[in-house]
């Protein structure tokens, strides 16, 4: 979990030494609207995009087996409404080798936060 938190700060600040120190040389990114690419090619188009977010909270990190953990983070970009997003990141000797972001929707506001899925009623 380590590893994934360091990333995420880094992409926060911009730091793209230590980014590429966490992440391993064949490292793939994938996202909606990326399919497999590259380090090279992720730390010059997606990892400066921090900038465009007036904040993003992370609000859960859990490893989900041995070596992938899922990062759950709350984002809002300047004159939007908040929305959440998932990233499953694989880790291997301390470093990422793969980042798959799952979009999400916009986040609900206010008591609505709190309910649960509790499953069918």
């Not at 793209?16 to 966490?22: D, I, P």
């Not at 793939?28 to 010059?44: A, E, M, N, R």
């Not at 859990?62 to 953990?69: M, S």
């Not at 899922?70 to 000797?93: C, G, H, T």
């Amino acid at each position: 979990m380590e590893t994934v938190l360091a990333q995420f700060a880094a992409y926060r600040v911009g730091d793209r030494r230590a980014a590429r120190m966490l992440l391993s040389d064949d490292m793939t990114f994938t996202s909606p609207q990326d399919d497999h690419v590259d380090k090279s090619t992720f730390l010059d188009t997606c990892f400066p995009t921090a900038e465009r977010f007036l904040r993003q909270e992370i609000t859960t990190v859990l490893e989900i087996e041995p070596g992938t953990v899922m990062l759950r983070y709350i984002a809002q970009l300047r004159n939007q409404q908040p929305f959440s997003n998932v990233e499953i990141m694989k880790v291997v000797d301390g470093q990422i080798t793969e980042i798959e972001v799952y979009f999400g929707g916009l986040e609900a506001i206010g008591a609505a936060q709190s309910r649960i899925w509790s499953g069918p009623h």
